[in-house]
């Protein structure tokens, strides 16, 4: 089992920066690929960002490309999203998930585990 819990969301103007975090515990994630999604209100959930195990590929959206970065540091146990030049349109919930496998995915449906999820809301 792994337990995922985002942090770092938050009210920012139009413009404006973000890091979200995920930490994860219960197990190393260094063999786990992770990836970022988001669910506005009354939307599906959809995907933002998921990168390898060992960071090595990266998959970025289209309505992100540019402004958002993905990393992760397999030491401290955590992913992060950093997200620059914010607009109203990212306002959502922002869930990091966990596959058991080593590969990339921008496809929820591949993913086991999801943290909570944190709030990102963008005023104009």
């Known amino acids: 089992q792994v337990q995922l819990v985002e942090s770092g969301g938050g009210l920012v103007q139009a413009g404006g920066s973000l890091r979200l975090s995920c930490a994860a515990s219960?197990?190393?994630?260094?063999?786990?690929?992770m990836g970022w999604f988001r669910q506005a209100p009354g939307k599906e959930r959809e995907f933002v960002a998921a990168?390898?195990?060992?960071?090595?590929?990266?998959y970025i959206a289209d309505s992100v490309k540019g402004r958002f970065t993905i990393s992760r540091d397999n030491a401290k146990n955590t992913l992060y999203l950093q997200m620059n030049s914010l607009k109203p349109e990212d306002t959502a919930v922002y869930y990091c998930?966990?596959?058991?496998?080593?590969?990339?995915?921008?496809?929820?449906?591949?993913?086991?585990?999801w943290g909570q999820g944190t709030q990102v809301t963008v005023s104009s």
């Open positions: 998930g966990c596959r058991r496998t080593s590969m990339a995915s921008s496809s929820s449906e591949e993913y086991a585990y």
């Open positions: 219960g197990q190393t994630i260094s063999r786990y690929a």
């Open positions: 990168i390898s195990s060992g960071g090595w590929t990266t």
